[in-house]
Structures are given as structure tokens and as C-alpha cells.
């Protein structure tokens, strides 16, 4: 009688991921309802689709014939984005390391979207599938090294030649949050040295834009025009074909 296949052991900072996410209690602090981000989800958005146009070369290309995986999918928001953007649910793949938020990811999003739950590493992606491959602040909560850089391996090895990586995360650590470091576009240069990374400066610093928006939301637009009060960065990093 043959063993079961075994299961492979999680990572060690796979298992830290998981106890700093239970540790954090943002509340209401990042509620679509809020005035502040309304507008720097708006603003991703509309930045990302600029992207498309403009880095990506997409004008011309139907959406719904792009594939793409999304790293630290959550409850599967972006999913969501890419969806109304004209995404076809079956070219769309989600990956969420943490049960309840794949579970609510798995009851937003359709069938016909592939989710995977657990460590990327596990996720049975072909290499060379993807158009696009995508994380937003995935990387700001690994604080290991070596499991950055493995991660950002298997992302570049399922981008397809002349597909990239989109890469959404902020850039300055946060003096209230040991659990994140920031990641600026050099270390992004680091982990994919074959790409070619176009980055922009996005959002405003949320400490500032929640204090600013409760003096009146058309503060955002002002204040996020200094590029120096922007903490994250929107990069498109290209595969040579």
C-alpha cells in the first residue's frame, strides 16, 4: 500500500506572514467608505490603466485575452478591478496564503477564476503563462531576505517573454509597524534584474491624506501633487521577448 504524498512543510516565514497578519487590527482605517480612500484607490486605478496604455502597449488589445495571476490575492479586491477592466474571469488566477481571506476571495469572485490557498511556491503555475503577474503589497510583509527573492524568482519564471510583473507597494518603512519595511524601486531593481522597471510615484502618505480629508477630500488632489508626500510606487517591470 502506497503512503499518501506528504504535504511540504511551510516555510518558516510563510508561518510568520500568517502571525503578523493576526496580529493587525487596522479597523476601519482602510474602508472604501472613507474619503481618503476612495480617492487613492481611484487614483491606483486610474494610474494602472494609464500603465496599460502607455508602458503596456494595450490600446490595441482585448483585455479579455490577457492572463494574468494575482500574488496575495486577499478577498480578492483587485480581482474585482481586473474584472470591471475587462479581464476574462477564466485568464484570471488568485493566490491568498491565508484560509479566511481565500475563502472570502473564493465567494466574491467567479467560479470560472482559479484561486489557489496557500504558499505561492505550491501554486501550480506553468512557467511562461502569464501575461501579467501582480502584487500590491505583498513584499512590504516579508522581512526575509532569501524568501523575497524566491518569490520574486517564481514570478518572473510564469511571465510570459514581453509580459511583466505589476508591482504596487510602498517604499518607506513604517515607524508604527515593525511587521513591514518599505521597499523602494532599487530593491525592486534587485529582485528582478532582467526586467525593465518603469515605476511612478503614487498615494499619498495615508497619514497625511487622513488627516487632510477630514478638512475636506479635494485636499487629497492638492497635497498628492508633491511627489515627495507619495509613499508607494506603481512599476511595470518588462520581460524581454
Not at 482585448?62 to 494574468?68: E, G, V
Request: net charge positive; hydrophobic share 40%; aromatic share 8%.
Amino acid at each position: 500500500m502506497q503512503n499518501p504524498p506528504s504535504t511540504p512543510e511551510p516555510k518558516a516565514e510563510t508561518l510568520a506572514v500568517a502571525e503578523r497578519y493576526a496580529r493587525r487590527n487596522s479597523g476601519s482605517l482602510y474602508s472604501i467608505l472613507r474619503p481618503e480612500v476612495i480617492l487613492s484607490t481611484q487614483e491606483w486605478q486610474r494610474e494602472l490603466l494609464l500603465m496599460f496604455a502607455s508602458v503596456g502597449g494595450y490600446t490595441d488589445v482585448d483585455l479579455r485575452n490577457l492572463t494574468l495571476v494575482d500574488v496575495g490575492c486577499g478577498y480578492g479586491g483587485h480581482l474585482l478591478d481586473f474584472l470591471r477592466f475587462g479581464f476574462a474571469p477564466q485568464h484570471l488566477r488568485g493566490i491568498e496564503l491565508l484560509p479566511e481571506r481565500a475563502a472570502g476571495a473564493r465567494a466574491r469572485l467567479p467560479a470560472a477564476l482559479a484561486l489557489h490557498e496557500g504558499d505561492a511556491s505550491t501554486a501550480q503555475v506553468p512557467p511562461g503563462s502569464q501575461d501579467l503577474v501582480f502584487q500590491s503589497t505583498v513584499f512590504s510583509s516579508l522581512l526575509d531576505d532569501n524568501f523575497q527573492r524566491e518569490l520574486a524568482e517564481r514570478m518572473w519564471s510564469w511571465v510570459r517573454p514581453g509580459g511583466a510583473v505589476l508591482w504596487y507597494d510602498f517604499t518607506v518603512d513604517n515607524p508604527n509597524n515593525a511587521d513591514v519595511r518599505g521597499m523602494p524601486v532599487r530593491r525592486v531593481r534587485e529582485l528582478f534584474p532582467q526586467g525593465r522597471v518603469l515605476a511612478r510615484r503614487v498615494t499619498l502618505a495615508p497619514p497625511i491624506s487622513r488627516r487632510v480629508c477630514r478638512l475636506h477630500p479635494s485636499l487629497y488632489t492638492l497635497f498628492n501633487s508633491i511627489p515627495l508626500l507619495r509613499t508607494h510606487v506603481l512599476a511595470w517591470i518588462a520581460k524581454p521577448l
